[in-house]
């Protein structure tokens, strides 16, 4: 079944800096690869996600690059803001289309 | 407003009580799953459902006991809770038949068993 490893499990950047989180993947046939977000004491909510057939999305300060060869994806967030601070999810399909699995998480922190 | 509803928000409870976490969603989502939320582990599946009267185990089921008979709702039930299954928990919705959709999540039930 797919697995997902994602790193690191923690990541201090100062106000303005960029962060970036990594996240590798079992199953070459996976094709949809969603991040989520989690503030504090929230539920996790999508924030970006990409498809196979694109090696790069972008909105605003967020974006999302794929190696479908190297099974990685990661996000970007440049300009990083205190309100950056949460916990990152990445996730892709399991084995169904409709099942998720999800990494460990990212406890991103933005230092004033 | 499309949304995923769980209820309670908090909740202690003693050893080996029955319990129930409701979830209803209003987007008419077929599937639907559960999630125990654990520092360090990330989002695990206890149970998922792909439509109504249709559950299956997911990574972490023992203990727990879910039910789909109708399509808003799939309860979460701990039939005699133990003090490892305090943890977060978070249900999920999205669509089944629409492939490459995004997953809405209930608000989190904090669970203690003491």
């Known amino acids: 079944g797919e697995n997902v490893e994602q790193h690191p499990s923690t990541l201090s950047v100062q106000e303005g800096d960029s962060a970036v989180i990594k996240c590798t993947y079992s199953?070459?046939?996976?094709?949809?690869f969603p991040w989520y977000k989690q503030e504090l004491g929230k539920r996790p909510q999508l924030i970006i996600d990409?498809?196979?057939?694109?090696g790069e999305k972008k909105d605003q300060r967020i974006a999302v690059t794929l190696n479908k060869t190297a099974k990685h994806f990661s996000l970007h967030i440049t300009e990083t803001q205190p309100e950056d601070s949460a916990v990152y999810f990445c996730?892709?399909?399991?084995?169904?289309?409709?099942?998720?699995?999800f990494g460990s998480g990212t406890r991103l922190l933005v230092r004033p | 407003e499309a949304q995923v509803t769980q209820n309670p928000r908090y909740l202690i409870t003693v050893t080996g009580k029955k319990l129930t976490v409701t979830c209803s969603q209003n987007?008419?989502?077929?599937?639907m799953s559960w999630y125990r939320q654990d520092p360090g582990l990330g989002l695990r599946q206890i149970y998922y459902?792909?439509?109504?009267?249709?559950?299956d185990k997911g990574d972490v089921p023992e203990g727990y006991k879910v039910s789909r008979k109708e399509k808003r709702n799939f309860p979460l039930i701990l039939e005699s809770p133990s003090p490892n299954q305090t943890s977060l928990y978070f249900c999920?919705?999205?669509?089944?038949?629409?492939?490459?959709?995004?997953?809405?999540f209930g608000q989190g039930t904090r669970l203690t068993v003491v």
């Open positions: 459902s792909m439509n109504v009267e249709v559950t």
């Open positions: 987007m008419n989502h077929e599937y």
């Open positions: 999920a919705s999205r669509f089944r038949t629409v492939p490459n959709t995004e997953a809405f």
């Open positions: 199953d070459s046939a996976s094709n949809y």
């Open positions: 996730a892709a399909p399991g084995d169904s289309s409709y099942k998720l699995i």
């Open positions: 990409i498809r196979s057939n694109v």
